[in-house]
């Protein structure tokens, strides 16, 4: 078998990998022998690869390998490569998923303090149906304030929060190694912004700089867990009244992997993320795909209740991906019933990010940012909660723009987790779930995270969201309005076809203040409304 696998059928061609590293090793050896021992030097190099392509002949394991001796190890090499060979060489300035060229130079350069600018205007084709609109006035307002901020409380709520119009998204300890929770943490202080925990637990490294938090609660209430896997009271109680602790969140699902959980390996459950998530150090780290503290949305909203009263009034909101609206209707009967009011909801969509997820869940489960948006803003609306309960917005947000026009769709402010990760030089390699992150962002790795040099990294976190919101002002300035909470669906416009852009009120039509509740019937969401039950997930009967 060996003999004919070396000369039948192209067998010379076929085994280069062999036949060059055996005929250098017998030039080398005749070298040698009859004009200078020098030439065995050469074995060095030359006899590793012969073996190795012996080796690969013999072994049983891989198919190409057993045909192609040595050579076919290039192709698991150019496979290592392909992300950065097609991001440095093929890549057009448009292309590369999921954030392109564009977008990650605008990110790099605001981070860095560096010329933003774009010359030569818009590479975008503008009748395309790429393109989208947010529609400026002919009368501009200069007078707009620089920065506004948003009031986060009902009147259930003691400690009020003012949150910025951009803070950073849920990344768990664990996803992102210790130097990276560091970075954003301290830019978050310096700007004076929230960093959302994610739900690996609050750990030592995002209290080390004194940023504000927003913990947040996922199935597996990591670092507020009894032993069985439970809520913890106490646990959480002593951790939600830290200073720095300015919210509480609860994960219900997210964009990337909505309804999934997760799971940590054991290989990456270190006795250190372990000792943060309160679980068993170097045994898998199970987040079940939906929470044991709860069933309903009456038992949510009295399970929110207590975090709030746990934590000392702070304000508490839940996060979702939508899936089916009728939930979201749900819920908001599950309010008025019960009386209890969630502080502030984020919406995820499901072309949001994540350390690792399954294909088919990120792919093609979930809502997109926009439609699950237009559901809980007008949910709000009709129920007439809107005034009380605050919106955020969370998928691919990176510049102004993408603030503003999520804005228009009722977002109060907005939170990124892959733009920041860029501020702290990610390259999108796309290595996130492997450990092996070449700039020490997703890693563990005590020796790739030494890349990452915090105050300096911290430093971009802040500047990359300042120029942002400074790029949100200037077209608040150029809307003519006086803050984002001015913007409307009327102000965002799409292609419908090759001759008719309209505005979003076209696409989505928002239901009037409090019509939910007397003539339900009379909405665009009459369906959904007599679907939800403040006493069950499941579509009424």
């Known amino acids: 078998m060996l003999v004919r696998g070396l000369f039948a059928d192209k067998g010379l061609e076929r085994n280069l990998g062999f036949w060059i590293p055996f005929a250098l090793t017998v030039v080398l050896a005749l070298l040698g022998a009859l004009i200078s021992k020098g030439f065995y030097w050469g074995f060095v190099v030359i006899v590793p690869l012969l073996l190795i392509a012996l080796w690969d002949m013999v072994q049983t394991s891989h198919s190409l390998r057993r045909n192609y001796p040595l050579s076919a ?5 150019f496979e290592d490569l392909r992300p950065f060979l097609r991001s440095y060489i093929v890549e057009g300035p448009l292309d590369g998923r999921p954030f392109d060229r564009v977008a990650r130079s605008l990110v790099y ?18 009748y395309s149906e790429e393109y989208e609109a947010l529609c400026h006035s002919i009368n501009p307002n200069p007078k707009a304030p620089k920065r506004t901020r948003v009031t986060v409380g009902t009147e259930q709520c003691s400690k009020p929060y003012e949150a910025a119009r951009l803070n950073i998204s849920a990344m768990s300890f664990g996803a992102l190694g210790n130097h990276a929770i560091e970075a954003l943490n301290m830019g978050a202080k310096i700007g004076d912004f929230y960093h959302d ?22 199935s597996g209430y990591f670092g507020a867990r009894s032993d069985d896997g439970n809520f913890d009271p106490e646990s959480f109680r002593d951790k939600a009244q830290h200073d720095q602790v300015k919210m509480t969140e609860i994960k219900l699902s997210q964009g990337a992997k909505p309804g999934h959980g997760g799971l940590l390996p054991a290989a990456k459950v270190t006795e250190e993320i ?53 939930e979201v209707f749900a819920i908001c009967k599950a309010m008025l019933d019960s009386g209890i009011y969630i502080d502030f909801i984020v919406v995820d969509g499901g072309g949001g990010g994540t350390g690792a997820a399954p294909l088919e869940l990120s792919d093609h489960v979930g809502l997109p940012l926009r439609i699950g948006l237009h559901y809980v803003n007008n949910a709000l609306i009709g129920t007439g909660l809107k005034d009380e309960i605050k919106l955020a917005a969370s998928e691919k947000v990176f510049s102004g723009s993408a603030i503003a026009m999520n804005a228009a769709l009722g977002a109060n402010w907005c939170n990124a987790a892959r733009a920041f990760m860029f501020s702290l030089g990610c390259v999108q390699s796309l290595r996130c779930h492997t450990g092996t992150c070449p700039t020490g962002v997703a890693t563990s790795s005590p020796a790739r995270q030494r890349g990452l040099v915090i ?39 799409q292609w419908k076809n090759n001759a008719e852009m309209i ?32 006493d069950t997930f499941k579509p009424a009967t």
């Open 109 to 126: 350069a605001r981070a860095k303090h560096q010329e933003d600018a774009h010359p030569f205007g818009t590479e975008l084709d503008v």
């Open 455 to 493: 105050p300096e990294k911290a430093q971009r976190v802040a500047n990359f969201q300042s120029k942002t919101l400074d790029s949100l002002h200037d077209i608040v300035v150029a809307c003519g309005l006086d803050s984002p909470d001015e913007f409307t669906p009327q102000h965002l416009r």
């Open 197 to 218: 925990t994610g739900e690996g637990g609050l750990s030592p490294y995002h209290l080390k700089h004194g940023g504000d938090i927003v913990w947040e609660l996922g």
């Open 73 to 77: 190890r290039f192709r698991w090499l």
């Open 274 to 326: 372990a000792k943060t998530r309160q679980v068993p150090a170097n045994e898998d780290c199970l987040s079940p795909p939906g929470h044991s503290a709860f069933s309903t949305p009456r038992e949510m909203l009295e399970f929110a209740a207590k975090m709030r009263e746990l934590s000392g009034g702070k304000p508490v909101g839940i996060k979702l991906c939508v899936g089916m609206p009728h």
């Open 503 to 534: 505005p979003w009120s076209q696409i989505v039509h928002e239901v009037e203040p409090g019509k939910l509740l007397h003539e339900p019937e009379d909405t665009a969401f009459a369906e959904y409304w007599r679907m939800a039950d403040p």
